[in-house]
C-alpha cells in the first residue's frame, strides 16, 4: 500500500524550517527518505526501523512514531540547496513510494 | 560508498526498436535491483524487482514481454525495452539494494530518458 505524504508542496525563505509527512494505515517494517532534484535520480537520505527511532545529519532529520505507521522529515534552516522533491518509501513484498512533497527554497 | 551507475543515460530512438538500458553496482554487491518508471512531476512506479539468478517479479500492469529484465551477476541488470512506441517514453530509473544488515537500503542510478520518436 503505497504511503501517503503531506503536504504536497512547500515554499521557504532560507533558514526556515519545514516537517514533511508520511503515513500508513498499516505499520510499516521500514521507512525510507530519498530527495529527488529535477531531472536527476533520488538520493537516498536516510532509512528508520524501529518504532520511536529519531535519525538525523547535518540539519535534515527524521523521526518514526511508535506505531509505525508515521514518519517524518524534518528539515531546519534551510537552505537553497534542500529544494527538490522528498518521497518516502517502503519495502514490504515490493517497494512503494509516497507520491512526493516539493520543497522550493528561495532567497 | 554505494554507487550505482545506469547507461546509457539518454536514449533517443525509433518506434519499434528495441533498447538496452544497463544498471551496475560500482562498489558492492546487490542482492536485489529495482527498475522505476517515473513519468514528469510523478512518483517512482516500479515496474519489477530483480534478484541475480532469478525471474524478475514483475508489479501489475507491467508486460513482461515487453520489458525484458536479466539479472545476470551480484552486479548487473539489464533493462530491454522491446518495439519500443512513443508512449514508452518515459524517465526509467533503476536501484540496487546490497541487502546487508540494513534492508531496505537502495541506492539510485542517474536515470535513462527514453524518448521514442
Known amino acids: 500500500q503505497q504511503p501517503v505524504q503531506s503536504p504536497q508542496a512547500v515554499i521557504l525563505r532560507e533558514g526556515e524550517d519545514a516537517v514533511i509527512n508520511c503515513s500508513s494505515s498499516k505499520a510499516l517494517y521500514s521507512v525510507h527518505w530519498y530527495r529527488q532534484k529535477h531531472g536527476e535520480a533520488p538520493v537516498f537520505l536516510m532509512i528508520l526501523l524501529k518504532g520511536g527511532e529519531q535519525k538525523g545529519h547535518e540539519k535534515i532529520s527524521a523521526s518514526f512514531n511508535e506505531k509505525k505507521q508515521q514518519s517524518s522529515l524534518y528539515l531546519t534552516a534551510s537552505q537553497l540547496s534542500y529544494s527538490g522533491t522528498y518521497f518516502c518509501g517502503t519495502v514490504q513484498g515490493k517497494s512503494t513510494f509516497g507520491d512526493g512533497t516539493t520543497l522550493t527554497v528561495k532567497p | 560508498g554505494a554507487v550505482v551507475s545506469q547507461h546509457p543515460s539518454r536514449v533517443i530512438c525509433k518506434s519499434g526498436t528495441s533498447v538496452k538500458i544497463e544498471c551496475r553496482s560500482l562498489d558492492f554487491q546487490a542482492t536485489t535491483m529495482f527498475w522505476y518508471r517515473q513519468f514528469p512531476k510523478q512518483s517512482l512506479m516500479l515496474m519489477a524487482t530483480?534478484?541475480?539468478?532469478?525471474?524478475?517479479?514483475?508489479e501489475q500492469g507491467v508486460e513482461k514481454d515487453k520489458f525484458l529484465i536479466n539479472h545476470a551477476s551480484l552486479t548487473l541488470s539489464t533493462l530491454t525495452v522491446t518495439s519500443a512506441h512513443p508512449e514508452d517514453s518515459s524517465f526509467y530509473i533503476c536501484?540496487?539494494?546490497?541487502?546487508?544488515?540494513?534492508?531496505?537500503?537502495?541506492?539510485f542510478g542517474p536515470g535513462t530518458r527514453l524518448t521514442v520518436l
Open positions: 530483480s534478484n541475480e539468478g532469478s525471474k524478475a517479479t514483475y
Open positions: 536501484s540496487a539494494s546490497p541487502g546487508t544488515s540494513i534492508p531496505d537500503t537502495q541506492y
